[in-house]
């Protein structure tokens, strides 16, 4: 199997970049031969950013959402696993047990340091071109999710990231970006990972950052708005819609790859049958998987959330 650098090198392209920064254009518009699996049965393995790539200082990568002193040590995950230097290592590890499908993450501040605010990292775009490269070589299918719990720090200074309605722009012309440079290879796109649990844990409960903690949901030492995590999962959901529009319209017909987004979607029985506890059953549901999931789908918020959280809840225009 000839991996992309191969081809591309034949058609007198190259990847490895002199350029550490591209100026760019937006336009709004075991032991032994152990084989555990058949050939034939699909075998995955998933990884990302926030908690694996680390070094941020190899290749102008610059810092994503501020950990600042919402952790009492100032830990960080500059270092992680350090997949960055050792991705051929853990693609060789993949390949080794007949993984054939690998779901990672791409970092944002890797490719876009500040945003629009500044030009492409080619540095960050080598990296994953030279993983992408590696996983193709040994058989193993590319699984790209645009979007993993991180965001550029330049973003959450600005606009406060996910809170502003202009966090739409500025993902949309990153996930341009990610399709441009690696849609030829990868045919497999997921624009943002579990979105129901990042707005839970980053703007409810505070546990992830940017750390926003409301009473309401959380005891919580700062009170941030109740409005918080409705307001940024409304950005995000607009933000999906954004970029599967503009990978269908400039690259799908031409790369022929599949895009969606990735659910936590946990499932809640009632614990009987009464009407109480279907009731809340029904609830569950509609608070954590629909609350992304029907938007999405229907184009509006299910009846439920819209009945308790009223104003809390953002509303959808006609456009939109």
């Known amino acids: 199997m000839e991996t992309r650098r191969e081809v591309d090198s034949r058609h007198g392209r190259v990847h490895n970049s002199t350029a550490n920064l591209e100026e760019i254009e937006y336009d709004s518009n075991s032991e032994g031969d ?8 699909p075998f995955d393995d998933a990884f990302f950013v926030a908690r694996g790539n680390g070094e941020p200082e190899f290749d102008e990568k610059e810092e994503e959402i501020v950990i600042g002193n ?11 696993v350090d997949h960055y230097h050792h991705y051929l290592e853990d693609v060789g590890s993949m390949a080794s047990p007949g993984v054939n499908n690998y779901r990672f993450s791409i970092s944002w501040a890797r490719i876009l340091p500040k945003g629009r605010f500044r030009g492409i990292n080619m540095l960050g775009i080598d990296f994953y071109n030279n993983l992408i490269d590696a996983l193709l070589s040994k058989g193993i299918q590319p699984f790209a999710t645009v979007h993993h719990f991180d965001i550029p720090q330049e973003l959450e200074d600005r606009y406060e990231a996910w809170l502003s309605p202009i966090s739409k722009e500025d993902f949309q012309l990153y996930a341009d970006v990610c399709f441009k440079h690696f849609g030829d ?4 796109w997921v624009t943002f990972n579990e979105p129901n649990i990042h707005m839970t844990l980053a703007y409810m409960r505070g546990e992830f950052l ?37 990978y269908r319209k400039k690259y799908q017909k031409e790369q022929n790859g599949t895009i969606g987004l990735v659910l936590h979607s946990p499932w809640f029985e009632p614990i009987s049958d009464t009407k109480e506890d279907k009731l809340v059953a029904k609830r569950a549901l ?3 998987n629909n609350w992304i999931s029907n938007p999405i789908i229907f184009g509006k918020y299910p009846s ?12 959808f225009s006609r456009k939109e």
């Open 34 to 41: 152990v084989t555990l699996f058949s050939e034939d049965d």
């Open 210 to 246: 940017p750390c926003h903690c409301s009473g309401v949901f959380e005891n919580c030492s700062s009170l941030d708005s109740e409005k918080d995590p409705f307001i940024a999962a409304h950005n995000i959901i607009l933000s999906h819609a954004a970029a599967v529009d503009t």
């Open 286 to 288: 509609s608070f954590f």
């Open 70 to 80: 919402k952790i009492m040590d100032r830990s960080n995950g500059d270092v992680a």
């Open 304 to 315: 439920q959330m819209v009945e308790i959280l009223g104003n809390l809840l953002p509303e």
């Open 185 to 188: 290879w990868v045919k497999h």
